[in-house]
């Protein structure tokens, strides 16, 4: 068996994709079972290639009930307390990033200013393992969602991350007036958010879908166009080539954005000397530098660059 430890959310798991696909590859005649919290079990089965999901919410030294891996992989972190958690599992052999706080020494440097699909790949790469970096797509679940929505996803975990709602409401109001059909989308403890942007931006509670993981990917990957902060969402976006505007801040874009040349667009105001602390109480300051009449100009230009690509 080959175990891998991503313990982390749908972004996370969404940008690992490519490195998991590598490692089913390499190992095809070895099941692959990925420690990840189990409400990503639905994200993890459009992935292929994972034989089991082992919960696991945090780095809290356990045992998984499984025979010792043949090869642990950690592609969660640069240790040492991940790199802890599955010597627990008593593996054969560890693939990770070098720490010797974590008692390993066999692997490559962690570089911060990395991108985050890079990141991974580069690792399994020093081991071997060939990777495609741009194979990012996920499968699309067949379920009954809305078609060709706009989706507008105005929370993050963070607050850091999050732009203020009122600006979400006046965009959405702008982009309702000019046809589109504006759903705004969260989780059960983003409910009030919501019902703040849609109110605000004048449209009913029907616009307010309640989606599981499954449903909310159906809906993305059906959608029109995803506006969002740096979350899950919009790496759901970049998996399935839905045009996408993404408000980033504290992180740069540099390490979490979507690919360059692609129908996305990436705004940020920030620079190389600010931290990525995403733990401060307010929004980050890159972010209340976004205004919207920048946004409604990114989502002209990236609905633009769609339709002349599809007229060419």
């Given amino acids: 068996m080959i175990l891998v430890l991503r313990a982390l959310g749908v972004g996370d798991l969404v940008t690992a994709v490519p490195a998991l696909r590598g490692l089913s590859a390499a190992y095809y005649r070895e099941p692959l079972a990925l420690a990840a919290p189990r409400w990503l079990t639905p994200l993890v089965d459009l992935i292929g290639g994972v034989s089991q999901v082992l919960p696991t919410d945090g780095l809290t030294l356990h045992r998984w009930d499984v025979a010792p891996p043949r090869l642990a992989v950690n592609l969660h972190g640069r240790g040492p307390e991940s790199h802890r958690l599955l010597h627990a599992a008593a593996p054969d052999r560890l693939w990770a990033f070098a720490n010797p706080d974590g008692d390993h020494l066999d692997g490559p440097g962690w570089i911060d200013e990395e991108h985050e699909v890079h990141r991974w790949c580069r690792l399994l790469r020093h081991y071997g393992v060939a990777t495609d970096e741009t194979d990012l797509a996920l499968a699309v679940p067949r379920l009954p969602v809305p078609r060709g929505v706009t989706v507008i996803h105005p929370g993050a975990k963070s607050p850091a991350r999050r732009w203020p709602p009122d600006r979400f409401a006046a965009v959405a109001r702008h982009l309702t007036r000019a046809g589109h059909r504006v759903v705004i989308t969260g989780s059960a403890g983003e409910q009030d958010l919501r019902v703040r942007v849609a109110e605000r931006a004048g449209l009913p509670t029907a616009q307010l879908p309640v989606t599981g993981l499954a449903e909310l990917a159906a809906l993305v990957a059906h959608a029109r166009l995803v506006l969002s902060g740096d979350t899950g969402i919009s790496h759901l976006a970049t998996a399935y080539g839905t045009p996408s505007v993404t408000l980033f801040g ?24 600010e931290p990525g602390d995403q733990s401060g109480p307010g929004v980050h300051p890159a972010l209340l530098a976004v205004g919207e009449r920048e946004v409604l100009d990114a989502v002209t230009d990236v609905l633009g660059t769609l339709s002349g690509s599809r007229a060419g």
Avoid: F, K, L, N
């Fill in 250 to 273: 504290p992180m740069s874009p540099r390490r979490w954005g979507p690919p360059p040349g692609s129908y996305h667009r990436a705004i940020w105001h920030g620079t190389r000397s």
